[in-house]
C-alpha cells in the first residue's frame, strides 16, 4: 500500500492525483517481486538456516561447489528416544521432537551457532569461526550453548509431556576442525551443509559419550581451542578414525547434571 499526504490547503490538484494513481500502479511491480523474495527468503532460512538459505537465494546451488571453513561443530542426540517409537503415537513423538528442538535451537542461536540439518531425533550444528576471530571464543559459545540446551530440554519436556515415560536424556559432542561447507548431493536433490573428516568425527565423539553415559564429550581438538579446564575422559578408539583420541569433558555444572 502506498501512501501520499499532502499539506497544501485544498490538498492534491487533479493532474497530481492522476500523476501519483500512475506512479502506485507502477510500484506494484517492484513491490510484488519485493515480498515475493521476503517470502523465499524467509521459507529458505527457516527450512536450511539463518545463514545457508540467503546463501541459496543468492544463486550458490551448483553442485560440487563450497568453500573451507574451520567451525565448531556440535552433534547431539536423545538417550532412550528411540525406544518411546514403540510406545507412543505419532504425534506425541513430533510434540516432543519440536519441544526438544525448540530448546536447543533458541540455544544454539543465541550463541552464534547455526543449526545445519536435523537426523532423526539428533541435530548436526556449527559455530563458525570467521577469519580474525579467535577459537577460544566460538568453543565458549558453544560450550555455554550447551549448558542452556540441557537446561532447556529438561524444561521443555514436562511431565504431563512425558506422560509417564522415563525422563529424555540428551548428549552432546563438540568438536573443532575444518569442513568443507557447499552443496553436495544427487542432480535432482541437494543438500547444503559440511562435510570432512571433522563430520565424522564429532560423531564419533557422540557415540562414546552415550557408551561412557555423559551428558557432553568434547575432542582433544576442541579442548585447545577452549583453553579452560576440562577432565579428561583418557583415549578412545573411533569407530572409522585411526588411532586413539584424547576425549574430555566439563566438570558438569547443575545444569549439565540430567
Given at each position: 500500500?502506498?501512501?501520499?499526504?499532502?499539506?497544501?490547503?485544498?490538498?492534491?490538484?487533479?493532474?497530481?492525483?492522476?500523476?501519483?494513481?500512475?506512479?502506485?500502479?507502477?510500484?506494484?511491480?517492484?513491490?510484488?517481486?519485493?515480498?515475493?523474495?521476503?517470502?523465499?527468503?524467509?521459507?529458505?532460512?527457516?527450512?536450511?538456516?539463518?545463514?545457508?538459505?540467503?546463501?541459496?537465494?543468492?544463486?550458490?546451488?551448483?553442485?560440487?561447489?563450497?568453500?573451507?571453513?574451520?567451525?565448531?561443530?556440535?552433534?547431539?542426540?536423545?538417550?532412550?528416544?528411540?525406544?518411546?517409537?514403540?510406545?507412543?503415537?505419532?504425534?506425541?513423538?513430533i510434540i516432543m521432537l519440536n519441544a526438544?528442538?525448540?530448546?536447543?535451537?533458541?540455544?544454539?542461536?543465541?550463541?552464534?551457532?547455526?543449526?545445519?540439518?536435523?537426523?532423526?531425533?539428533?541435530?548436526?550444528?556449527?559455530?563458525?569461526?570467521?577469519?580474525?576471530?579467535?577459537?577460544?571464543?566460538?568453543?565458549?559459545?558453544?560450550?555455554?550453548?550447551?549448558?542452556?540446551?540441557?537446561?532447556?530440554?529438561?524444561?521443555?519436556?514436562?511431565?504431563?509431556?512425558?506422560?509417564?515415560?522415563?525422563?529424555?536424556?540428551?548428549?552432546?559432542?563438540?568438536?573443532?576442525?575444518?569442513?568443507?561447507?557447499?552443496?553436495?548431493?544427487?542432480?535432482?536433490?541437494?543438500?547444503?551443509?559440511?562435510?570432512?573428516?571433522?563430520?565424522?568425527?564429532?560423531?564419533?565423539?557422540?557415540?562414546?559419550?552415550?557408551?561412557?553415559?555423559?551428558?557432553?564429550?568434547?575432542s582433544e581438538a576442541f579442548a585447545r581451542?577452549?583453553?579452560?579446564?576440562?577432565?579428561?575422559?583418557?583415549?578412545?578408539?573411533?569407530?572409522?578414525l585411526g588411532g586413539s583420541h584424547e576425549?574430555?569433558?566439563?566438570?558438569?555444572?547443575?545444569?549439565?547434571?540430567?
Open positions: 500500500m502506498a501512501t501520499y499526504v499532502t499539506d497544501r490547503p485544498g490538498g492534491f490538484t487533479a493532474p497530481e492525483i492522476e500523476e501519483l494513481t500512475g506512479i502506485s500502479q507502477r510500484l506494484a511491480i517492484p513491490a510484488d517481486m519485493f515480498a515475493q523474495r521476503a517470502v523465499a527468503e524467509n521459507v529458505l532460512k527457516a527450512y536450511i538456516g539463518q545463514t545457508t538459505g540467503p546463501r541459496v537465494l543468492a544463486g550458490q546451488i551448483r553442485r560440487g561447489t563450497g568453500e573451507e571453513i574451520k567451525a565448531i561443530l556440535w552433534s547431539s542426540d536423545l538417550r532412550g528416544f528411540t525406544q518411546l517409537y514403540d510406545r507412543l503415537s505419532g504425534d506425541r513423538i526438544v528442538f525448540d530448546a536447543q535451537a533458541i540455544a544454539i542461536e543465541s550463541h552464534g551457532g547455526e543449526i545445519l540439518k536435523f537426523i532423526g531425533d539428533g541435530l548436526l550444528a556449527i559455530f563458525p569461526i570467521t577469519e580474525g576471530a579467535e577459537k577460544g571464543q566460538a568453543a565458549k559459545r558453544a560450550l555455554a550453548a550447551a549448558g542452556e540446551a540441557f537446561a532447556a530440554v529438561r524444561h521443555a519436556l514436562t511431565e504431563a509431556m512425558l506422560a509417564g515415560e522415563p525422563p529424555v536424556r540428551m548428549v552432546v559432542a563438540l568438536h573443532c576442525g575444518t569442513v568443507v561447507y557447499g552443496n553436495i548431493g544427487a542432480a535432482a536433490r541437494r543438500d547444503f551443509t559440511v562435510i570432512g573428516p571433522a563430520v565424522n568425527l564429532v560423531s564419533r565423539v557422540e557415540a562414546v559419550a552415550k557408551a561412557l553415559d555423559l551428558p557432553i564429550a568434547v581451542a577452549y583453553g579452560g579446564p576440562l577432565r579428561s575422559l583418557g583415549r578412545h578408539e573411533l569407530r572409522g576425549l574430555f569433558a566439563p566438570e558438569p555444572p547443575a545444569a549439565l547434571l540430567v
